[in-house]
């Protein structure tokens, strides 16, 4: 037997015993022998309780008593803890009492891990503190200050009194916030005043976003399905539940978002600065996974609810310098955003460049999703930003938000990032280690300097990875802005999600071999492939549409090298007056292409991002590229109206399997009541970033399992489903008793254009 093949464990898995019954057992053991010391009783107390389930989350039911045992993963004989054993927190308490009869020490053992199972929600929804009113809204009459957790897409409207959540107070009014919770991220915990008086809406318009689980695995258990809210009916149009307590949470981990007390104090401050300072400027950097994200989100909610709606008219920018996780603008981009609402949501709820909430202002494309691909234009887009938030909304407070690396030339660039925008004050997202990267931006800040206590999360059922490729799809899925709902008071028009595949989508056709062609060009950052193999490297690909503010531009190209590189291709003149545009050759297709073997960048001074597009194709015959794109074909209007042109960028952006296999997926009927899935390998040589090397891994249920080739049956009825689209691109569909490779299941995703080669 090949040593990659599975084996099953042997053995009898024991049951777990929560904290509430080791807690029950002392007691009943104390109260039968009270003079005698503690001694073990049984064997099995002496071994230490194995549990499958997450450690956060103790009175989650055990799934393997209800299915049938499964073979380990993988991944998970990477772990040491499963080696020597992963204690419950009442486990370890109990074998600290038996070792040493440490009293007090066992006390507080107990009393910390019954914090974490502590309610979610301090009251149950009753007949007398709610109703349900006619479309599935929820009406909850609170006389006492409450806390609770809602799981789900809803809306939220306070009637009367007062709701703390997620940094933000929402006071009465007409207007309905619009709130995405789902598992992947930290739930935000509801904190209502005093003879509080609130309506919950369903999210019809949210149902786009949850069907995308029928296309893609990354987006399925993540949202609660909602058998009932209450003992009263069921409501089909019901999007959230409450959750009261850990074990009504359908068997998955929950964690609340509750800021530590010094996150919560330093927040007050400067939130109170911001009243006397209305142009605060606050820079947030620190190492990957501290919570900078979720810090932003809270300091921008507080910033905009400071005061009643009626007298707190304010906007509140960021300056989003993270191309690997961006809060608004798609992955492999920097951008300034001018927000108006609170981010009571994910990333992947609101990736786009217009929205009710904000508005993108300018935009940058690295063409990848780190800034260690070119440090020069990261430096480039931050100042040309920075410049802008100058000049038009300088009289608003900023919040820049940076990526997670903080050494080598990472620190060089959060050093140079300081020294040029000069914050009122640099706040650093951990307390512990990187005492150097801590005193060089200590030095590089001229004001105030404030180091906080990281706060990273206890569960992590997505990577890095996953939520940039979430947030991708979510953002080429989306269609036309909602239309004001006639019905619902104050509801701006808000964002749709289209969840059929995008392959069923008809494409935007861009002539590209006329005089009156729709881009200037394709531009390639960092590795240039030949001309002949253009069309198969960007075929598939995510690319960047970047409009073309002024021929200086390109300003860092030079026609000499391209010149004497490209004599064998046909030259393409353009015609722009007195400005010096690049030397434009053409592939053996016939497509524009814009020469740059210096490695040179456009000049994000007189050019900036529009958005990303998908090159679904290339038609040679009608000469035509083929596109997907949520941009508004208006937008590329105007901007040929303006004489203006477009340049397509390619460079590093993450490769778009889930995009290769959407069709696959929808074909295979899989969903969030199936639990019968496809799995999707990447078989790809995608470049691994600084930013993403380190990464932890918490891929949850997203974790691809090695596979016996020895197994005729594996998922038949799923293999049939899908036999008959044999000429999707770059998939393979294994049927039968094929020999399956190592991570892979039925489908096999192959993608190796020499992205990591360098040219030489």
Known sequence: MSSHKKRRIEGVEEKGMSAIEALKARQRGAAASPTQKTQPTLESEEQPVMSSANRFNLLRKDSSQDAAPKSPRKSAAKDPRLHRGVESPVSRSRGTAVAGGNTEHTKSELAGALHELKPYSTFRLSKQNHKVKTGGVVEITLPNKERFV??????????????????????????????????????????????????????????????????????????????????????????????????????????????????????????????????????????????????????????????????????????????????????????????????????????????????????????????????????????????????????????????????????????????????????????????????????????AFTELPSQPSKIALRTAAHLRAMQTMSYFHLQDMTPKISNVPNTPSRLKWNASPLSFRPPLLVQYSSLNRGVLGLLSYDYQCPPELMADTVNGQVLAAVEIEDARAFSNFTQEETLTEADDFAKVNVDSGNQT????????????????????????????????????????????????????????????????????????????????????????????????????????????????????????????????????????????????????????VLKGGQRRPIGSRVLRVRRDLGRNKTGD
């Open 150 to 447: 809602v799981i789900g897409s809803y809306g939220i409207r306070v009637i009367r009194g007062e709701v703390k959540l997620a940094g933000a107070t929402l006071y009465p009014s007409e207007t309905i916030e619009w709130i995405h919770a789902p598992y992947c991220y930290a739930v935000p915990v509801l904190r209502t005043a005093e003879e509080t008086k609130l309506e919950f809406y369903p999210d019809n318009t949210a149902r786009g976003i949850r069907q995308l689980g029928r296309l893609s695995p990354l987006f399925r258990k993540m949202w609660i399905a909602p058998p009932e809210i209450s003992s009263a009916k069921v409501t089909e149009e019901s999007t959230f539940e409450l959750i009261y307590a850990p074990e009504e949470a359908s068997k998955r981990s929950i964690e609340d978002l509750v800021p530590m007390p010094a996150w919560n104090k330093k927040l007050s401050s400067l939130v109170a600065t911001s009243r006397k300072k209305a142009s605060l400027s606050t820079l947030i950097c620190g190492p990957k996974s501290a919570g900078k994200s979720t810090f932003l989100r809270l300091f921008l909610n507080g910033l905009l609810t400071d005061r009643p709606q009626a007298q707190n008219s304010r906007k509140v920018v960021v300056l989003d310098l993270d191309p690997g996780q961006p809060e608004y603008a798609p992955a492999g981009t920097v951008s300034l955003v001018s927000v108006n609402k609170p981010n009571i949501g994910t990333p992947f709820t609101h990736t786009s460049f217009e929205n009710s909430a904000f508005t993108v202002v300018r935009c940058h494309s690295m063409a990848s999703v780190t800034p260690a691909s070119n440090p020069d234009l990261y430096l480039s887009c931050a100042a040309d930003l920075f410049d802008t938030y100058s000049k038009h909304h300088a009289g608003d407070p900023v919040i820049i938000n940076t990526p997670g690396w903080i050494q080598g030339t990472g620190l060089d660039l959060l050093c140079t990032l300081i020294e040029r925008i000069k914050p009122h004050e640099v706040l650093f997202m951990s307390e512990v280690g990187s005492f150097d990267s801590v005193d060089a931006l200590r030095t590089a800040t001229e004001l």
């Open 581 to 732: 545009w690049p030397l434009v050759t053409t592939s053996p297709e016939g497509i524009p292409l814009i020469p740059n073997y210096n490695d040179a960048a456009l000049d994000p001074r007189h050019s900036r991002t529009i958005g990303l597009v998908l090159l679904r194709g290339i038609d040679m015959k009608s000469k035509t590229l083929q596109l997907v794109t949520p941009i508004p074909l208006e937008d590329f209007r105007q901007i040929k109206s303006k004489g203006r042109s477009i340049v397509l960028l390619h460079g590093k952006f993450d490769t778009p399997s889930w995009a290769y296999t959407e069709e696959l997926y929808e074909r295979a009927g899989v969903d969030e009541e199936n639990e019968m899935m496809l799995e999707v390998t990447a078989d790809m040589e995608d470049d691994q970033s600084e930013a993403e090397s380190e990464d932890a891994d918490g891929t949850g249920n997203l974790e691809d399992e090695d596979t016996e080739h020895n197994q005729p049956g594996a998922k038949p009825d799923m293999t049939e489903r899908v036999s008959d689209l044999t000429e999707v691109p770059w998939v393979e």
